[in-house]
């Protein structure tokens, strides 16, 4: 009977999700670029227009920054207050921006030059926007309680919606029809409003006494579906039911201060002051993936081209994650295109081999023998490894001295001392040595003992080296000192045990005592 090599033992390792598909395209967003502003980087966004430049808007000023450099293109510093929310047309040509003066004003991108001073909120203005089908109007929400909209041309009020009674901070134009603007307020509220009449057509939350003020809103391009962020609750309403809340999710510790889509309006990101942004697939409204930053977030933006999410942050740092973007994504492929034929179709068939070189064939044929020829087969001798040569020819120390090197992983160490009790060699392979051999042994020992895949093995080998090496103890101060960690080690798992089992019995009482509430609920309804 030939000889059967250590069997190495695999350990089942948990499933986790950060292999998923979903989750290595999130991942590809690296190398994030911290750019230090010195006050809270309250407002970012990226143009819709190639390429695709994004302000970034932080105490007194707006910066536009270029993406692929992260290099600031141009500073637009003409505030005398406090700037915020400064926004590009959807053409990249003009710069919109309000400040805590109440003050909202359009800059030309190229030249910052003021092209028009809209002056009429009495207090801080958060939000400036251009609507997105009417690129000559603009929408301002202010701490006045007021949501005007704007005619760019004439520099004047399209209409005002004072329906609110508190702080608006935040507003959307629908990007399917230029007359609906959905606002959200310290009032608890949001509100839809309708140009054409100049009537708050639905009002949505703030039913509850207790409720939060409302931080960000958006909606989905079909306008049927509006988004809302009030404390760590993100809500989501059909509009074409009245406004009807149809999902809450919870999965934030801290308030939420920003939302925004993804390049292909299929994921919603979330930022909040829990330092976490988290992913959500709109479709099933789960959590997909999580990215932690330093500080808390306070603005996010990812650009319409997928390739950059920025995100401001408490402490006045501006990250940038990247992504790489790949070489024919977002174009044709002309390559595939040749290999198909489709080149060929247009043209005739004249490009039958235009980039296609004559291959050679590596290998040579074989010759074909005859049918009744006999062939014997060869097969090759199995390697062993070091440590099943020394274990065949029943060398059992020196086979395990093989396997305490430092470039061997632990499993396959533990998968030959276990073949070593099946021979009934371990002690054999244990016997006869020296401080200089047991102390890997015993290294191996304290560094596992506490490894729930080999800790039972670790006390046996413990338990026969103490009955071996007991009675010649204290002659090494090495060998000592391991056998004094390796105790240490075992009483500090001990009382974690303990606690463990503390835990697991507190557990069980909360669920058991959950579990009898609620069959005393279900039970009178029931009768």
Known sequence: MDYQPVLVQRHARPQSTKHSPESRYWRQFKNPVFIKEYA???????????????????????????????????????FKDVARSGNIRPDGKLVVAGDDTGLVQIFDLNSRAILRTLDSHKQPVHVTKFSHLSPTQVLSCSDDTTVKLWDVPSQSEAITFAAHTDYVRTGDVSSSNPHLVLTGSYDATMRLFDSRSGECEMIMGGDSPGASPVEQVLMLPSGTVALSAAGPILRMWDLNAGGRCIRALSNHQKTITSLAFDANIGRILTGSLDQMVKVYDITTYKVVHTMRYPAAVLCLAISPDATHIAAGMSDGTLSVRRRQQKALEGGVDFGNALRTGTYETFLGGILPSIGQGRLKAKTKSKPIGDVDELRLESRRALRLREYDRLLKSFKYSASLDSVLRKNIPPVTTFSLIQELIHRDGLRSALSGRDDVLLEPVLRLLVKHVSDPRFGEMV????????????????????????????????????????????????????????ALAAASLDAPQSA
């Open 40 to 78: 809270p980087v309250t407002s970012v966004q990226f143009s819709p227009a190639k390429p695709h430049r994004y302000a970034v808007t932080a105490a007194t000023r707006v910066q536009i920054y270029a993406p692929r450099t992260q290099k600031v293109t141009k500073t637009i510093s003409r």
């Open 459 to 514: 006390c046996d080998v413990s338990t026969l080296l103490i009955d071996m090496y007991a009675p010649v103890l204290s002659q090494s101060p090495l060998i000592d000192s391991l056998f004094l960690r390796l105790r240490k080690k075992v009483l500090a798992e001990i009382r974690f045990q303990k606690e463990l089992k503390k835990a697991k019995g507190t557990l069980e009482m909360v669920f058991s005592s959950a």
